[in-house]
C-alpha cells in the first residue's frame, strides 16, 4: 500500500456528476440522443469530395497582399 494513497478519494467534480446522474437518471440518454440530433451524421462522400477539390491552396505569407514592398 502506497504511502501517500488517500483511500476512497473523489474529486468535487466526480462527487458533483455522481449526484447528478443520481437525480437525474435519464441524464446519459438525453445527452446520446442530442449528440446524435447535432453531430453523429452520415457522411456524404461525394460532397466531401467536391469540397476538397474546391480547396484553394493557401499562400505561404498570409497578410501579405503585395508582392515587394513601396
Do not use: H, N
Amino acid at each position: 500500500m502506497p504511502f501517500f494513497r488517500r483511500p476512497d478519494y473523489q474529486s468535487d467534480a466526480t462527487q458533483f456528476i455522481d449526484q447528478l446522474k443520481a437525480a437525474k437518471p435519464t441524464l446519459e440518454q438525453e445527452q446520446r440522443q442530442g449528440r446524435a440530433l447535432l453531430w453523429d451524421r452520415p457522411v456524404d462522400a461525394e460532397f466531401q469530395a467536391q469540397a476538397q477539390a474546391a480547396r484553394v491552396a493557401q499562400k505561404p505569407y498570409v497578410y501579405q497582399t503585395e508582392s515587394g514592398l513601396k
